[in-house]
């Protein structure tokens, strides 16, 4: 059993994708959730992160202030808004839930940010 992502794309510099991780076989609320990205060639690497609560939220340097990461446990969804997209942004965007010692990933979706 797994997190879906979902949402990627081929989109142009400066433009707006949302991504999408739903976990229907969860207990969502219970999971901090968080966002990572693999580019070609580049380890995988922490994009933004959001509590159980949803109360607290971190970001990588290089995202904030042009990504919001944002969860609807109702709906058992995580999300990811991504402003003003750069080409640098292009990778392979990955959710991940951790509980306790243990932790679930999606299986990925491409963003992908060229003109």
């Known amino acids: 059993v797994q997190f879906v992502d979902s949402g990627g794309a081929l989109v142009q510099p400066g433009g707006p994708l949302r991504l999408s991780c739903v976990g229907p076989?969860?207990?969502?609320?219970?999971?901090?959730m968080s966002w990572y990205r693999q580019a070609p060639g580049k380890e995988r690497e922490l994009v933004a992160r959001?509590?159980?609560?949803?109360?607290?939220?971190i970001y990588a340097d290089s995202v904030r202030g042009r990504f919001t990461i944002s969860r609807d446990d109702y709906k058992k969804t995580l999300y990811l808004q991504m402003n003003d997209l750069k080409p640098e942004d292009t990778a392979v965007y990955y959710c991940?839930?951790?509980?306790?010692?243990?932790?679930?990933w999606g299986q990925g979706t491409q963003v992908t940010v060229s003109s």
């Open positions: 991940r839930g951790a509980l306790g010692v243990g932790d679930v």
């Open positions: 076989g969860f207990i969502f609320r219970n999971y901090a």
């Open positions: 959001i509590t159980s609560g949803g109360n607290q939220k």
